[in-house]
């Protein structure tokens, strides 16, 4: 999308940050209030309804740019936006507040989202993820899903009688708030992608640094702003969770999807540096979880200055 004078980027770019804010505002305080209505932990909330909502800019970004215009789009994009969902919104949100990991995301949760990237990084590295690799990214994404809700279902068959009495009851503004937050954070990413993209492009840039890059930062934003606001709020399980199972959804689903519907071409500078880069991240984040029980200013600083680097070495 080529957009129109320097004032009318400035102006998607305030309302797109803008929105970003208030959708970050009604998704945290809506699932929060849900997860407790429904006898959830933050963390599992964090890990399905959030992150699931805030993959959606990948999944519309990766599906229209892999038919229309390059799977490199939509390769990029899954790609860098773990890198950026790692480097980038946990280490912004562990600066912001030390973020506590739970013992169900780190013993359930985080296996998922190592096998993730092993498999995109296994099964791209003949050059091609096809029809075959996408159902086996699917299938992993079933039984990720499944072990999810058999562990819904220990939770809620735990709840003693005396505990439910003191449970909130769930009220439809707060699934409302739910589903207008997930508006306003895509709505918000979209606005402040489409002006960098269309420059990057004008510039003569290639379709996999742009996706890696203003589409991996751009689709992004919305587990950014909702990882933020909820350390800012002190719901620092729903930071981990959002990021974890972003990834997780990032790579099964959506490229699972992309690859069912046209197989996905990988390069050999992909394979040579990306795929690396996104394995040392997350193994990186992992050594931090399981260092302790919570990610420190430290680590956070830490993954910010090597999402910097990244950035860096990606410049042609």
Same mark, same amino acid.
């Given at each position: 999308?080529?957009?129109?004078?320097?004032?009318?980027?400035?102006?998607?770019?305030?309302?797109?940050?803008?929105?970003?804010?208030?959708?970050?505002?009604?998704?945290?305080?809506?699932?929060?209030?849900?997860?407790?209505?429904?006898?959830? +932990?933050?963390?599992?909330?964090?890990?399905?309804?959030?992150?699931?909502?805030?993959?959606?800019?990948?999944?519309?970004?990766?599906?229209?740019?892999?038919?229309?215009?390059?799977?490199?789009?939509? =390769?990029?994009? !899954?790609?860098?936006? $773990?890198?950026? $969902?790692?480097?980038?919104?946990?280490?912004?949100?562990?600066?912001?507040?030390?973020?506590?990991?739970?013992?169900?995301?780190? +013993?359930?949760?985080?296996?998922?989202?190592?096998?993730?990237?092993?498999?995109?990084?296994?099964? %791209?590295? *003949?050059?091609?993820?096809?029809?075959?690799?996408?159902?086996?990214?699917?299938?992993?994404?079933?039984?990720?899903?499944?072990?999810?809700?058999?562990?819904?279902?220990?939770?809620?068959?735990?709840?003693?009688?005396?505990?439910?009495?003191?449970?909130?009851?769930?009220?439809?503004?707060?699934?409302? @708030?739910?589903?207008?937050?997930?508006?306003?954070? &895509?709505?918000?990413?979209?606005?402040? &992608? *489409?002006? %960098?993209?269309?420059?990057?492009?004008?510039?003569?840039?290639?379709?996999?640094?742009?996706?890696?890059?203003?589409?991996?930062?751009?689709?992004?934003?919305?587990?950014? @702003?909702?990882?933020?606001?909820?350390?800012?709020?002190?719901?620092?399980?729903?930071?981990?969770? *959002?990021?974890?199972?972003? $990834?997780?959804? *990032?790579?099964?689903?959506?490229? %699972?999807?992309?690859?069912?519907?046209?197989?996905?071409?990988?390069?050999?500078?992909?394979?040579?540096?990306?795929?690396?880069?996104?394995?040392?991240?997350?193994? &990186?984040?992992?050594?931090?979880?399981?260092?302790?029980?919570? =990610?420190?200013? =430290?680590?956070?600083?830490?993954?910010?200055?090597?999402?910097? =680097?990244? !950035?860096?070495?990606?410049?042609?």
């Amino acid at each position: 999308m080529l957009l129109g004078s320097p004032l009318t980027e400035l102006l998607l770019l305030a309302g797109g940050a803008a929105l970003l804010y208030v959708g970050a505002e009604l998704l945290v305080q809506g699932a929060s209030d849900l997860a407790l209505a429904v006898g959830l +932990k933050a963390s599992t909330v964090g890990v399905t309804v959030v992150a699931f909502a805030t993959t959606a800019p990948e999944l519309f970004v990766s599906v229209v740019g892999a038919v229309t215009v390059s799977t490199d789009i939509g =390769l990029g994009a !899954i790609v860098g936006s $773990n890198i950026a $969902n790692i480097g980038l919104v946990l280490g912004v949100a562990a600066l912001i507040r030390p973020l506590d990991i739970s013992d169900t995301v780190l +013993k359930q949760h985080v296996p998922f989202m190592i096998l993730a990237a092993l498999l995109l990084v296994g099964l %791209g590295w *003949n050059g091609v993820i096809g029809l075959v690799e996408g159902l086996v990214l699917l299938g992993t994404l079933v039984a990720f899903t499944i072990a999810i809700m058999r562990r819904v279902r220990r939770t809620q068959s735990g709840i003693t009688d005396a505990q439910r009495e003191t449970m909130p009851e769930a009220r439809p503004r707060d699934a409302g @708030a739910v589903v207008g937050g997930i508006a306003a954070l &895509v709505l918000g990413s979209r606005w402040l &992608v *489409n002006g %960098g993209e269309s420059l990057l492009a004008a510039a003569g840039f290639s379709d996999i640094f742009i996706g890696l890059t203003v589409l991996a930062l751009g689709t992004s934003l919305p587990e950014l @702003a909702a990882s933020v606001v909820a350390a800012v709020r002190g719901e620092t399980d729903f930071s981990i969770g *959002n990021v974890v199972g972003s $990834n997780i959804y *990032n790579i099964l689903g959506v490229i %699972g999807i992309v690859a069912v519907i046209t197989p996905i071409r990988v390069s050999p500078g992909v394979r040579g540096f990306e795929f690396p880069a996104l394995v040392a991240f997350t193994f &990186v984040l992992v050594a931090m979880m399981y260092r302790g029980d919570r =990610l420190s200013r =430290l680590d956070g600083g830490v993954l910010v200055v090597g999402y910097g =680097l990244f !950035i860096v070495l990606l410049l042609p």
